[in-house]
Each structure stands twice: as C-alpha cells, then as structure tokens.
C-alpha cells in the first residue's frame, strides 16, 4: 500500500489539534489531521468554557466573534470554587466565556475546514516509528502516512508519547467522578449540589442566546457531573478505565439526589479522575506532545482545554520555521522550556484546589480563609491573572515589564488607517511594531517572516497586575502575540531577537 507524505501530522482533533492544524495551515505548511471520530459532532463536553487570554487568542486569529456569538459572556475565573473577578483588567476580554465544548470543537473544525488542511477522519494510529529524517505512522485501515513531523495531541493515554518512550510523571488519582449527557422524563434541578459524599452538579447542554442572554428550553439534554463514592478500581494509573454505563450513572444520581429524574438516552458517558501528570519531555526527536497528551490533571479551574489552544499556539509558529527550513530545529526546544514550567503550574494548582474542594468541616474552614485571603484586591488580581492566562510571563531575560508578555490589543494609527493590533496578528506572522523615526529599524533580512509597520499610539500601555509601563519605541511581537523584544530608540539588540526567533536573515541562505 502506498504512503502518504505530509510536512506535519496532528494525531487527535480534540481543541488542541483544530488549534496546531489551523496555525500551521496559515503558515503555509502541509499538514494532515488523523481523527478517530468520523464527525466532530461526537465531541462531548467534558470542558465548559474559554478563559480570558484564550478569547484573546482567538481575536489574534480573527474569529473571537464566532465563539461570542454562541456562548454566554461571564467571570469563569476561579480557584477551587472560589470566582475571581477580572472585569477591571485592561484587555477587550475582561472575562471568560461560557461554552460546551462539543460548540468549542465544532467552530474550531469549521475554521479548520476552510484552510488547506488534510483530514484522515474515523481512523487512528496504531504504531509509530521515527527516524532521523521523519515519523512513519501505520493506521488502523493499514493505510500508511509519513511526516516530517509529528505531533501527539491524542489525549491522557496517547499512543504518541508511549510510542516516542517519554515518561508520564505525577501523581494517582484521589477521587473520581462521572460525566454524561443525557435526557430527563423530569427537569431536574439544576445547579452545584454539595453533599457528604462530594460536590456535583447537572446543567443544561442545550440553549439559546437571545439579547446577549442564555435561553433554557424545558427538557432537553442535561450535562450531569457526579462524584463517585469510591475510586473506581484502576483508576488511579489510568482515567478512563472501566469506561461507565448509563446503569453506572442513574445509580449515583440516585444516591446523591434521591432520583435519577428519568434519565434516559445517553449521548455522552465518561469518567474523569484529579490524576495529574506530565510527560517529562514535549519533544523527542521529531515527536513532539500537546495538550492532554502532555499533561492531564482535574478539571477543576476550568484549564484544560484553555492549556492545550495555547500549547498549540505557542508551538505550531516555531513548527513551520523549522519545517519550512527558515529556522533551526533548536527553535523547538523552546517550546518545552517555555509550555511545560506553564502546565507544571497548573498541575500544582489543580491539587491545591481538589483539597480545597473536598467535603469535610475543616477543609470549609480552610476554603472561607483562602476566600477571605482572595478578596484582597492584590491577590484577587494576582490569582484572576494566572487563572485567566493573562498574566503569564515567559522568561525571556531582565528588561522592560512587555517583554515575554502578551503584546496589548491597541487601538493604533498606521499608514492603512487606524488598526487594531490584534488584527495584525490574523495571518499567524510575526510582528514588529515600529512607534519611532519613519525609516528607523531595518528588518529587510527577515521581510518574509515578520511584517514591519510604523504606527502610532498615543494611549496608555497597561498589563494586567502590572499597571502602567512606559511607552516602548518599538515592539516585536511573534506569532503567538508574546512580545519578544523591546526597543528603547535604538537597534540595539533587534538583530540577535530577530535570528533567535525566527532564523538567520534571508541572505545568509
């Protein structure tokens, strides 16, 4: 049987696939998508919403608007069930956005479908093999692919990361809970229930947005999420072990809410642990891991998903340098130097708030004071910043407060009329934004990787929790809208960011 050869294969179309298919399409790269689910719509739910740098993200690309049109705006930033609101912070998405993430899947892969992107749909990889000069990849149907390149983004039990050999750190699960979706013969009552036995809660999955507000219809399918009485045999070394039935489901509601309101027609049954791991290396060799295939943890906090969009957004630039021969393979070191100490965080914080969450007199005790700690308006900020991505820093060296930060959405006045700076960032492309002399900073060597535009802003520049910083002379700005260099009047130093970054100048090839 034949092979088929591509630049980069995406192994899983959850989030983080869509998102790593999309940024290497805008770069011009040829890349293939390998799905097991024959369609999208077989996407469940187990994530229910987008933080407030993602929502950012997505205004980089452009499509922000098609998810604010679909869900429901609201403060989702918390830690271990307490809110943390961000509606002072200076973005133009002061909060986060309530959406299932069947939809989250669903605008991702219609967005997918209107780039060149390859699709090997309702089929899997069953063995993977790499040399020094690719991955070859046998799928289920025997077909064949090979790829420069390949990346895991197939979940908590990925082939990918046990077939590359790297080691699944952390710790075994404490407590397990069910997640379904389903119907009811009785509307049941809907909300966060706490009992001796654990925190659950069941939700509308169907609705509609009318006049920016959330319409529920009577019936419908409901989300159920349930805290199981015990750990599930197994559970611990592997989340999704003894998959549950319906049986499984109606049995608990009836344990925790006296009835299981007639539930019936199941079109979604899982099971989800506070197991938390993560591989020890995003790379090996030419394989590389994103989203739960390099770190799993619980959901509570709502990271998951947000993690892995900005684990693909902050790889998939670096991919194509490399893949088009723009930039050395070095570049995609930086991926796991800058993502695993990110997800590293998230681990740690999601246990913190699992012990938070757990039913016990003391524990309450606890939550009140690290409540009453959070309404401090320092830790407020500081807590809502992490937890709402926008406060990340990479560590890109000592100097001015931006660097390593997200570039700020400006509204700014350039040679094309006024333009917002998010807008320059739809077509995936580095950016050098150049407030100084007309003619000032020579980027010519790099002009096919990073747009060069002089503008003006005669506005304020603030960071989230850092407040005011002084005006820069000049930004750089790469793909994934982290800036990457700040300039004080001068060259000094764009040269050596601008070949780190994004490979030597066109010249030197």
Known sequence: MNTSEHAVAILGAGPTGLMLAAELALAGIDVAVIERRADQALAGSRAGGLHARTLEILDQRGIVERFLAQGQIAQVAGFGGIRLDLSDFPTRHPYGLGLWQNRIEGLLAQWVDELPVRWYRACEAVALAQDETGVELELIDGRRVRAQYAVGCDGGRSLVRKAAGIEFRGWDASVSSLIAQLETREEPELGIHRTASGTHAIGKVDYKIEDGRVVYEPGGT????????????????????????????????????????GAHSPSWISRFTDMARQAASYRAGRVLLAGDAAHVHSPVGGQGLNLGVHDAVNLGWKLALVVAGKAPQSLLDSYHAERHPVAARVLRDTLAQVALMRVDDRIDALREIVADLLGIDEARKRWAASMSGLGLRYDFGDGHPLLGRRMPDLDLDTADGPRRAYALLHEARALLLDFGAAGGLDIAPWSDRVLHIEARYAGAWELPVVGAVAAPAAVLVRPDGYVAWVGDGSARGLADALEHWFGPPAAAH
């Open 222 to 261: 409901v989300g159920v999420v349930l805290t199981e009485a015990r750990l599930p045999d197994a559970a611990a070394s592997d989340p999704r072990a003894g998959e549950p039935t319906l049986e499984d489901v109606r049995e608990r509601m009836i344990e925790v809410f006296g009835t299981d309101y």
